[in-house]
């Protein structure tokens, strides 16, 4: 295996480590590190559960879901035989202590072969009922102390709401400092989210624009053509502004919004982002209503394929009041973005998955063109587009070809695929490569964590006493409930998800 001697010994120790997510990610994610180079000579993963398993069963397991989830396609036997000698299972209850005591001893025996110290990565891919629990045991044991070599790494949700999550990371702060701890928020991974921060400030072009003045508003969405799927127990008691709104979405309304950092360093970056959750117009909760709508799907057509209706999924509730659909409308009370809507949607089961974000400009202040100019006249929209097509469309006015001064819409399209020969690295392995660097850029702080939950308590408070009496109230296979619709000032639209492919237009007739 080819390994990258820059970096130091590395012990990862997953808590979790027969789960679907070590399965599907974590380990497909540390594979594809090593094959590029980017994993340390001395390297070990320890993977902690319950369940009685031993290293050659472990092992065919975690082959499968590298065979499945693999960047690198077809696995050759050779090189995975070479780094599955590096996992191992420890069977461990993590409420005993014993099962961290040997775990110390493994991990100082693996520093004993290796002739030096080893960092420690502590990730929780367990069930979110244990987070409070194993950073206690790491503190008793005496594996949490040391600042330089023991990281936790905390899976989202971090808390179901303000309380449980003030809790939970003050669980974290007994044992850990806050620089130890890495909070997983796995939209910060891909590549076309951290691009923002380079498309906005590495280029002089747009940023001038990128405000009040010019911008009319903006469109954050995150929507998905999958349902539940095999999570209905953990969703239902979530619900789409948990799951998705205030992390990934506010992750995303950071970034966009924020302020140009003055050094690329993590917590510079943070700051800013923190500056934009402070700067967002409380909802009040009488306005709540006025400000965020909820949604569930019914039965409905999804890409072809009939669906059933969300009460229908396994581990789902027959009368649950869950949202799988969330739009709602923020102001930030700053110099830059005073008065300019964002719009954010999230949900499952739309008619198709999209995540991107797009900045809709002002008109311009004059029409000095003849009216019959522009019949199709929109005005400049630049649409970061984060997934499943990846770039920018920036869209503008252009002449239509012929002797009339016609005006028409057309893009200019930056797309990841055919700029760059390189493939994109899963977000995991981006933030794996992270933890192992010591880099926190691209995970969640503490503060950060906690006031975007101070932003939805008035939402959350306001639905637990008033739940839907409409729901279902969309179809699988639309764009969500219509009164998604009423959120939007006179001229707003929610945007259709864009192709950077594009799609050959008629030769148009004048
Ligand atoms: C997870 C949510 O955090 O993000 C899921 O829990 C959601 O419900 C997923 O499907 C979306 O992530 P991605 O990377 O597939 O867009």
């Known amino acids: 295996m080819k390994t990258n001697d820059k970096l130091e010994p590395t012990v990862f120790v997953i808590f979790g480590?027969?789960?679907?997510?070590?399965?599907?990610?974590?380990?497909p994610a540390l594979f594809d590190l090593s094959q590029d180079r980017s994993m340390p000579a001395d390297f070990s993963v320890i993977t902690v559960d319950r369940i009685d398993l031993s290293d050659e069963k472990l092992r065919r397991r975690l082959h499968d879901g590298v065979k499945k989830f693999s960047r690198q396609g077809k696995v050759k036997a050779a090189e995975w035989s070479e780094f599955a000698r590096h996992i191992h299972y420890q069977q461990?209850?993590?409420?005993?202590?014993?099962?961290?005591?040997?775990?110390?001893?493994?991990?100082?025996?693996?520093?004993?072969?290796?002739?030096?110290?080893?960092?420690?990565?502590?990730?929780?891919?367990?069930?979110?009922?244990?987070?409070?629990?194993?950073?206690?045991?790491?503190?008793?044991?005496?594996?949490?102390?040391?600042?330089?070599?023991?990281?936790?790494?905390?899976?989202?949700?971090?808390?179901?709401?303000?309380?449980?999550?003030?809790?939970?990371?003050?669980?974290?702060?007994?044992?850990?400092?806050?620089?130890?701890?890495?909070?997983?928020?796995?939209?910060?991974?891909?590549?076309?989210?951290?691009?923002?921060?380079?498309?906005?400030?590495?280029?002089?072009?747009?940023?001038?624009l990128w405000n009040r003045r010019y911008v009319d508003y903006v469109t954050i969405t995150a929507v998905e053509a999958v349902g539940v799927e095999h999570r209905?127990?953990?969703?239902?008691?979530?619900?789409?502004?948990?799951?998705?709104?205030?992390?990934?979405?506010?992750?995303?309304?950071?970034?966009?919004?924020?302020?140009?950092?003055?050094?690329?360093?993590?917590?510079?970056?943070?700051?800013?982002?923190?500056?934009?959750?402070?700067?967002?117009?409380?909802?009040?909760?009488?306005?709540?209503?006025?400000?965020?709508?909820?949604?569930?799907?019914?039965?409905?057509?999804?890409?072809?394929?009939?669906?059933?209706?969300?009460?229908?999924?396994?581990?789902?509730?027959?009368?649950?009041?869950?949202?799988?659909?969330?739009?709602?409308?923020?102001?930030?009370?700053?110099?830059?973005?005073?008065?300019?809507p964002f719009y954010l949607r999230t949900g499952k089961r739309l008619t198709r998955q999209a995540s991107e974000i797009a900045i809709q400009f002002r008109g311009v202040p004059h029409q000095s063109f003849p009216p019959e100019s522009g019949r199709d006249w929109h005005p400049s929209?630049?649409?970061?587009?984060?997934?499943?097509?990846?770039?920018?469309?920036?869209?503008?006015?252009?002449?239509?070809?012929?002797?009339?001064?016609?005006?028409?819409?057309?893009?200019?399209?930056?797309?990841?695929?055919?700029s760059f020969a390189a493939p994109s690295p899963d977000a995991y392995e981006t933030l794996l490569w992270d933890v192992m660097k010591n880099d926190a850029t691209l995970f969640m702080r503490v503060d950060q964590v906690e006031a975007a939950w101070r932003l939805f308590m008035p939402v959350l408070e306001v639905w637990a006493v008033a739940p839907p009496s409409d729901f279902p109230n969309y179809a699988a296979g639309t764009w969500g409930p219509e009164d998604a619709l009423g959120l939007l000032a006179q001229g707003h639209s929610w945007p259709l998800p864009t192709e950077l492919a594009g799609k050959c237009k008629k030769k148009e007739k004048n």
């Open 17 to 27: 480590g027969a789960g679907d997510l070590t399965w599907r990610k974590l380990v």
């Open 92 to 208: 461990g209850d993590f409420k005993k202590l014993q099962t961290y005591s040997a775990l110390g001893e493994q991990c100082a025996k693996l520093e004993k072969e290796w002739g030096t110290k080893a960092h420690r990565i502590f990730y929780m891919a367990t069930p979110p009922s244990m987070f409070g629990e194993i950073p206690k045991y790491l503190g008793k044991a005496g594996l949490a102390s040391d600042r330089k070599w023991a990281r936790i790494v905390v899976e989202k949700p971090i808390g179901y709401d303000l309380e449980s999550a003030r809790a939970l990371n003050a669980i974290l702060a007994a044992n850990f400092e806050e620089c130890q701890i890495f909070r997983i928020d796995h939209y910060l991974g891909k590549e076309t989210v951290q691009n923002i921060l380079a498309f906005r400030f590495a280029n002089p072009l747009f940023e001038p």
């Open 381 to 418: 929209r630049l649409v970061l587009s984060i997934q499943p097509e990846e770039g920018i469309i920036s869209s503008f006015q252009a002449k239509y070809p012929g002797p009339k001064m016609l005006l028409r819409p057309v893009d200019m399209r930056f797309n990841y695929r055919e």
């Open 232 to 340: 209905g127990g953990y969703y239902d008691h979530a619900g789409a502004l948990r799951d998705m709104v205030q992390n990934h979405l506010m992750q995303l309304l950071c970034l966009v919004a924020m302020e140009p950092m003055v050094s690329f360093n993590a917590d510079e970056i943070r700051n800013k982002k923190v500056d934009v959750l402070h700067a967002v117009r409380p909802i009040p909760r009488d306005a709540v209503h006025q400000c965020v709508v909820r949604g569930q799907y019914g039965p409905g057509w999804v890409e072809g394929k009939k669906v059933s209706s969300y009460r229908e999924e396994d581990g789902v509730s027959r009368d649950s009041q869950t949202e799988t659909f969330v739009a709602l409308k923020l102001f930030l009370d700053n110099w830059r973005w005073q008065d300019v």
